[in-house]
């Protein structure tokens, strides 16, 4: 999951040009965003990969409550990453 994280912001964004004055720290204050978003994204992954072994291990599906508010925020935070790397791109744009 993390490999597949970090590919994607890899691919979607190009890297600032040391070259470039001013722009780097809010291109550094992007790349932090992103990786702050990342992380979160691979905690709340990490949540439903513990609750899905619970439910292998006991054999059967319980607790849903739990189980859809881990999924709920997985989906918040892959959208709050999918955000600070669009605003990124955007902003790398305009350089």
């Known amino acids: 999951m ?8 890899s691919l979607g964004i190009p890297q600032a040009s040391a070259n ?5 720290s809010g291109w550094s204050v ?3 965003r992103i990786e702050g978003a990342a ?3 691979r905690r709340a992954a990490e949540k439903i990969e513990i609750s899905a ?14 189980i ?6 997985l989906a918040r935070m892959v959208a709050s990453a999918r955000l600070a790397v669009d605003v990124a791109k955007e902003e790398a744009d305009k350089l």
Do not use: C
Not at 2 to 9: E, L, N, Q, Y
Not at 53 to 66: E, I, R
């Open 53 to 66: 072994k619970n439910v292998s291990d006991l054999g059967y599906l319980n607790n849903f409550p739990q």
């Open 30 to 32: 992007r790349m932090l």
């Open 20 to 24: 470039s004055p001013g722009s780097n």
């Open 68 to 73: 859809h508010t881990e999924l709920r925020e």
């Open 2 to 9: 993390r490999h597949f994280v970090w590919a994607f912001i």
């Open 39 to 41: 992380a979160d994204v």
